[in-house]
């Protein structure tokens, strides 16, 4: 269980979390929120922060954790299930063999990552509708939001990160991020000062040379020639300037540029970004 006492690094998050829900609006009184909780260091550092402010919230919302046994081999939910005992309240395990689907559909060797996640969403989706939750908490964080923009940019040649408020495209659900303004290092830090019990996930980790491993690799090598260029990359999220991107059909929702620009609609996810 997550210890009580509060430390500096605790500090930190909590005020980029609180920024985060008060600048996106993540949080509203009355939610029943689904803490998508993987055992990794991230979900467990995100329903404890949440825990933290919905005690001192002048808003009430519950928090409903989360977790999916996904029935890979040596799995183990154990000290998952006794810190969430400590913890206190109610929560969920659900388990679905999807790990047998991936492997039977997966070549040996290619990335399992974006069929694995595709499962679980599909999964997760389901369970905050049959649990009555309005909004899924998920443990991304702004080094996950500035590997997301570059791999986009690199490998599909679109300026797209991570939302901090999405509604699923068949608007069942909608999925807040309230650790995007939140890194990785501090994450880290947190997760060894509060002793999570962390699950390892043995379907992918032997898995090498993945693009976004490749990515995270070369944010590293940036930021040891330039000290600021993660904070810098994340920031450049929230000053966009559309007058100076090239992107017509943006110009055309947004009312930029000269009258007359002729039809465009190359994409959804670019309008609906922008709309």
């Known amino acids: 269980m997550a210890r009580s006492k509060s430390t500096d690094i605790e500090h930190k998050l909590i005020r980029k979390v609180a920024t985060a829900i008060r600048d996106y609006n993540l949080i509203e009184d009355g939610d029943k929120i689904l803490v998508a909780l993987s055992g990794g260091k991230d979900s467990y550092a995100l329903l404890v922060l949440l825990d933290k402010l919905r005690a001192r919230a002048p808003i009430d919302f519950q928090l409903i954790p989360w977790h999916l046994d996904q029935v890979q081999p040596g799995y183990d939910g154990t000290p998952l299930v006794?810190?969430?005992?400590?913890?206190?309240?109610?929560?969920?395990?659900?388990?679905?063999?999807?790990?047998s689907v991936v492997v039977d559909k997966i070549e040996e060797g290619a990335t399992y990552c974006s069929l694995c996640s595709r499962l679980r969403r599909g999964i997760l989706y389901n369970a905050a509708e049959a649990l009555g939750c309005n909004k899924i908490a998920l443990g991304h964080h702004g080094d996950d939001a500035v590997e997301t923009m570059l791999l986009?940019?690199?490998f599909t040649g679109r300026m797209k990160a991570m939302p901090p408020w999405l509604k699923?495209?068949?608007?069942?659900?909608?999925?807040?991020?309230?650790m995007i303004r939140c890194f990785e290092s501090d994450l880290i830090a947190y997760a060894e000062e509060q002793a999570f019990p962390i699950l390892p996930c043995n379907l992918c980790g032997t898995q090498e040379n993945l693009q976004r491993q490749a990515v995270k690799?070369?944010?590293?090598?940036l930021e040891r020639r330039w000290p600021k260029a993660r904070q810098s990359m994340l920031a450049s999220l929230t000053r966009a300037v559309p007058t100076h991107l090239l992107d017509a059909d943006l110009?055309?929702?947004?009312g930029l540029g000269p009258?007359?620009?002729?039809?465009?609609?190359?994409?959804?996810?670019?309008l609906r970004v922008a709309g």
């Open 82 to 99: 006794n810190w969430l005992e400590q913890r206190g309240g109610h929560y969920e395990i659900a388990k679905h063999d999807t790990y």
């Open 152 to 154: 986009n940019m690199l």
């Open 168 to 178: 699923s495209d068949d608007e069942r659900n909608i999925v807040i991020r309230p």
């Open 217 to 221: 690799e070369l944010v590293h090598d």
């Open 251 to 254: 110009w055309r929702v947004l």
């Open 259 to 270: 009258e007359g620009l002729p039809e465009g609609g190359k994409g959804k996810d670019r």
